[in-house]
């Protein structure tokens, strides 16, 4: 377990390793070395969590200072990375299911010709997030914070020749990168206060009354307001659809298990300010809610198999906020957790029909693809019918968590909200289930003449996910059936410093379990009759309400508004500013500078006449002036 | 006596500089100087310093003046180039010329009460100038008599024509 | 007899009126002279002020003034010749290969 500290760094030699000497290196190591660093990962990780489980609480956060980094003044931030149980979830999910899509994408992957750079952005990638989450100060979880923005930005755009790619990959560095803004401004504030970035300091701090509670409204704001660009909340959740135009395990890895879900760690890291302000919290609830609910509608319209699960993805980890603003930051995090198990499984059985008709992704050209896809088909009906909240399944536990503690606090609104979203979830996954795998077959028929199901080395993952959004839920069981049975909540107890939990008698818990349970199979049924049923349902309703359909169809013209209300004022401002200063003051003031040198030059070069009598002259002038200043 | 002499050949010398300013033709200008030059070597005796006397009108209004005066001979000029014509820089010498003999004259005026006169003990007869040559400025001397054959090997290299072949 | 500052003043002249002949003549060989002119000048100084201090040391510099003199002379003199060979004009103003 002292070997935790290895957990980043070796993705991170694999990736340093696989950018010096790739380009030499067969396509076999490359695949063998980049999977295997993450397994290895994966195993020090399971070994520190099982470590973990063994010690007292008193002895954390476990911190291995690697070395001395930033020393100015009396701040101190060091290389150091920690171990204890909230990391070491997170270590868990990063290294576990990023293995298991590494090997998928040795599949997935296979034919295209950037191979090995494809892997060295994912080993980078793994190794930016885990430090990221292993991170023992502020500072360098920032580091991380930014390092996974980068590889988002190199993975989105990897097919840099398309134009969609390569400007989704620009939008998305550059939407985070306003999210950023705030993030620093955050922890420069917490420098500020406390003195360091350093977890433990803060947590110091904070108990210790130094932080006011103004000031960690004002901070956990502009922390959490870098969290929406980083985990894709509103208002800058709009680089997540475009980032589909990434290959799909990078969709899996990324856009739904770790890096989106970087900014509810954050929040759950630093649970102590938000619950000291109050106002924070029920800011990240609200936020929480309102997207979780209007990704959700958005995803109701979309034809590209892809694009509804980004918005699904971006609806769950607003759910994610709901669990972490209400103060249950363990269900939020148990959330993120069997979120990662069935959202990576979606994506990646959704890449398995993409590569089995040859590319498609237009729903509208699928159907009845259960018959010619054995083994796609059932984990991925695994997937929707555990993010939907059917019992059993990991996806049920955790957001009935959520909503449970919603409910208890008091926040009817959010719960409401959340319940509604939880309707449209269901609803539009299986809508998602009958347009691919039921129904009459509307292929292309050049797809359906290559229609194959994937190889082994992608489906094998995919049983493996699915097992996983099945079971994983057990960790985290009501508290109805026991104080104890919430393992999950009660390993996270060291760092989520328990608040205020409100609880609800077990009569209400069973009431609002049945009630999530009645609103899941109501959705499946409603996707149901839509679409298997009577097929003609929706165009009706279309029909009925064109007007609303094309608003949400259009993503509410959110796109179109920012780019007129802030892109284009920008992209013009900035023209100005380089027409009027850019050019003229400073291509001036340098171009001035050399003009007037050559100037001087000029004149001065008129004293050199070649004329000796000039010359003597200058020479007289001398004398006389010489003579001058000695005489008077 | 003496002073008359003084101004006499004072007059005559600036009177010699003057002509040689004043003439458009090269060889009356050496003439002229040639003139100064004697006059000048009038001056040094005077000065009790008969020895230079006569070093100067040997070597200076002798030898060097021919020299000039051959040089003259062998350039062909046209006869008489006009003085400068006029250019700033010509008002600009004049008046700084002017400034500096004023100048000149300020810094000496104060030590001009107390040169002396002239008279009295020679000291300046070839024995005893021979004398302090040959001890105390030996090395100037002999570095002299150095410099001159390199100016000598100089000058013959510098204008010698090439060889034809 | 004579005040030996009659001597110094008329040697101040002289080389005044060098400089000016030096600016006002066009021809290298004439400003050449005017240098001359102002060699002698100083050549009178020193054995003014060699009488007024009573050592033979004014003459022993004009002594070694006048050698130098003569052997300047004659390189001075052999350049301009040279120069007369390729520009064939012995003009100042013609010597203008430094401008710049």
Redesign the interface.
């Known amino acids: 377990m002292e070997m935790f500290w290895l957990i980043p760094l070796l993705p991170g030699a694999s990736a340093f390793i696989l950018a010096v000497f790739g380009k030499w290196l067969p396509k076999k190591y490359v695949s063998w070395q980049a999977c295997l660093s993450v397994f290895a990962s994966f195993l020090i990780s399971l070994v520190s969590f099982f470590g973990l489980l063994r010690i007292s609480a008193d002895s954390l956060p476990i911190i291995k200072t690697l070395f001395q980094w930033i020393q100015s003044g009396s701040f101190r931030a060091d290389l150091s990375l920690q171990l204890d149980p909230l990391s070491s979830i997170m270590t868990l999910v990063v290294t576990g299911v990023g293995f298991l899509i590494h090997v998928y994408s040795v599949g997935y992957m296979g034919h295209d010709k950037g191979y090995t750079r494809y892997f060295t952005y994912l080993n980078l990638f793994t190794f930016a997030m885990l430090i990221l989450v292993m991170g023992a100060n502020l500072v360098l979880m920032f580091v991380g914070w930014e390092g996974v923005g980068l590889c988002s930005y190199l993975l989105i755009g990897f097919w840099f020749e398309k134009h969609s790619a390569a400007n989704a990959g620009k939008k998305a560095f550059i939407v985070n990168r306003i999210g950023d803004a705030a993030f620093i401004l955050g922890i420069f504030f917490i420098i500020l206060i406390v003195g360091s970035g350093d977890f433990r300091a803060i947590t110091g701090a904070i108990e210790g009354g130094v932080v006011t509670q103004g000031m960690a409204t004002l901070i956990a704001l502009l922390l959490f307001a870098g969290a929406t660009g980083k985990s894709a909340q509103i208002p800058l959740y709009v680089w997540l659809p475009d980032a589909m135009e990434g290959p799909t395990p990078v969709s899996a890895l990324i856009h739904a298990a770790t890096m989106v879900t970087a900014g509810v760690y954050m929040v759950s890291r630093m649970n102590l300010l938000f619950t000291l302000s109050g106002v924070a919290g029920h800011v990240v609830g609200i936020v929480g809610a309102l997207t979780a609910i209007f990704a959700a509608t958005m995803a109701l319209t979309q034809n590209d198999i892809k694009r509804v699960l980004a918005y699904s993805t971006i609806s769950q980890i607003g759910y994610m906020f709901i669990g972490c603003g209400v103060g249950a930051y363990a269900a939020g995090m148990f959330h993120l957790f069997t979120h990662a198990f069935f959202k990576s499984l979606l994506f990646l059985a959704a890449g398995s029909v993409m590569h089995a008709l040859s590319g498609e992704l237009d729903m509208r050209k699928m159907g009845g693809l259960r018959k010619y896809l054995p083994l796609t088909y059932p984990t991925f009906l695994v997937g929707a019918i555990a993010i939907a909240g059917v019992p059993f399944l990991s996806g049920f536990f955790s957001k009935d968590a959520i909503l449970t503690h919603a409910f208890a606090q008091g926040q009817y609104f959010v719960w409401a909200l959340g319940l509604m979203g939880a309707v449209m979830t269901a609803f539009y996954m299986f809508r998602l289930v009958f347009l691919t795998f039921f129904g009459q077959e509307r292929l292309d028929p050049h797809a359906k003449d290559h229609l194959h199901e994937s190889p082994r080395v992608m489906t094998v993952p995919l049983v493996v996910l699915a097992f996983f959004s099945i079971v994983a839920g057990y960790v985290g069981l009501p508290v109805v059936l026991g104080e104890k049975a919430n393992l999950f909540s009660r390993f996270l107890d060291p760092v989520i410093h328990p608040g205020h939990e409100a609880h609800v008698s077990s009569g209400a818990e069973w009431l609002l379990i049945v009630i999530s349970v009645a609103v899941a199979i109501c959705g499946i049924y409603i996707a149901y009759i839509f679409y298997l049923k009577s097929p003609r349902t929706p165009h009706r309703i279309v029909a009925r309400f064109p007007k609303i359909y094309k608003l949400l169809y259009n993503k509410y013209y959110v796109d179109e508004i920012y780019n007129a209300a802030i892109v284009r004022p920008l992209v013009s401002g900035s023209q100005v500013v380089y027409d009027k200063f850019d050019l003229k003051v400073i291509d001036g003031t340098i171009d001035g500078t050399a003009a007037a040198t050559g100037f001087a030059g000029r004149v001065l070069s008129l004293f050199q006449s070649g004329l000796l009598k000039d010359y003597a002259l200058v020479l007289l002038l001398g004398v006389v002036i010489f003579l001058g200043v000695l005489l008077f | 006596m003496?002073?008359f002499l003084?101004f006499v050949l004072?007059i005559l010398?600036?009177g010699g500089?003057?002509g040689?300013?004043l003439s458009k033709n090269?060889a009356h200008?050496?003439l002229f100087?040639v003139l100064?030059?004697a006059c000048?070597g009038g001056?040094?005796g005077?000065?009790?310093?008969p020895?230079?006397a006569a070093?100067?009108i040997i070597?200076?209004a002798g030898?060097?003046m021919v020299?000039?005066i051959?040089?003259?001979m062998?350039?062909n000029?046209e006869l008489g180039?006009?003085?400068?014509r006029k250019r700033w820089?010509?008002g600009?010498?004049?008046f700084?010329?002017?400034?500096?003999?004023v100048?000149?004259?300020?810094?000496?005026r104060g030590t001009?009460?107390?040169?002396?006169?002239?008279?009295g003990p020679s000291?300046?007869s070839p024995t005893?100038?021979g004398r302090?040559?040959f001890t105390e400025?030996l090395y100037?001397f002999e570095i002299?008599s150095v410099?001159?054959i390199?100016?000598?090997v100089?000058?013959i290299v510098?204008?010698k024509k090439k060889e034809k072949e | 007899m004579i005040p030996v500052s009659y001597f110094f003043g008329l040697s101040i002249v002289l080389f005044v009126l060098g400089i000016i002949g030096f600016f006002v003549k066009r021809d290298l060989i004439t400003m050449f002279m005017a240098v001359e002119v102002m060699l002698n000048a100083a050549n009178l100084a020193f054995i003014a002020l060699g009488k007024a201090a009573g050592t033979p040391a004014g003459q022993v510099i004009v002594f070694f003034v006048i050698t130098v003199a003569a052997a300047e002379a004659a390189v001075g003199l052999a350049i301009i010749l040279l120069v007369f060979r390729q520009k064939k004009s012995i003009k100042a103003e013609d010597m203008r290969l430094m401008k710049g």
């Open positions: 003496g002073i003084f004072a010398c600036v500089v003057l040689m300013i090269q200008s050496a100087l100064a030059f000048l001056l040094f005077l000065l009790d310093a020895f230079i070093v100067q070597i200076y030898a060097i020299l000039f051959f040089v003259i062998m350039v000029l180039i006009a003085p400068e820089t010509l600009l010498s004049a700084l010329a002017v400034f500096l003999l100048e000149l004259a300020m810094a000496v001009l009460g107390s040169l002396g006169r002239t008279g000291i300046g005893e100038l302090l040559l400025y100037p002299t410099l001159i390199a100016a000598l100089g000058a510098l204008v």
